[in-house]
């Protein structure tokens, strides 16, 4: 009997970690949302001003190279609001799929990943980790 409860009380502590990494998953995922998609919209407002030629006050050839370089920070802009998105929207779905204790290997890469962002990325993608492989965890991604 005393064990049954032991594991009872067991199998709550680890869906009040999931629970918790589940949200610390959401909040992440809306911070580099938020703090990611800042400094892109810059870069992609000062490319529009440069193509547009508004920037640009010398002749016709400081025109079109500020025209190009323009262009390539609209392009390179547009390409890191994708990405951007794209990892924000994974990390957000880790949170969901957390705390519907679904797709574990899924949460594993995305927390792998997480791990590249030193240091808050670091520290929940290893907690992830180290929590996703307990035993206890894997019985109840089952």
Do not use: D
Not at 16 to 34: D, E, P, R, S
Not at 76 to 81: E, G, H, R, T
Not at 96 to 122: D, S, Y
Request: glycine share 10%; with cysteine.
């Amino acid at each position: 009997m005393l064990n049954i409860k032991a594991m009872e009380t067991n199998n709550e502590k680890e869906l009040k970690q999931l629970n918790t990494l589940a949200v610390l998953h959401y909040v992440w995922g809306g911070i580099t949302l938020f703090f990611g998609l800042l400094p892109v919209f810059v870069y992609f407002i000062l490319g529009i001003g440069m193509l547009s030629g508004s920037m640009a006050a010398g002749n016709e050839e400081e025109q079109f190279v500020l025209g190009v370089i323009g262009g390539i920070f609209i392009v390179v802009a547009s390409v890191a609001v994708i990405f951007i998105i794209l990892f924000s929207v994974l990390k957000i779905l880790t949170g969901v799929f957390l705390q519907r204790r679904k797709h574990r290997i899924f949460c594993m890469v995305i927390a792998g990943f997480e791990c590249l962002n030193i240091p808050l990325g670091t520290l929940l993608g290893v907690f992830t980790l180290i929590t996703l492989e307990k035993p206890e965890v894997k019985s109840l991604f089952q």
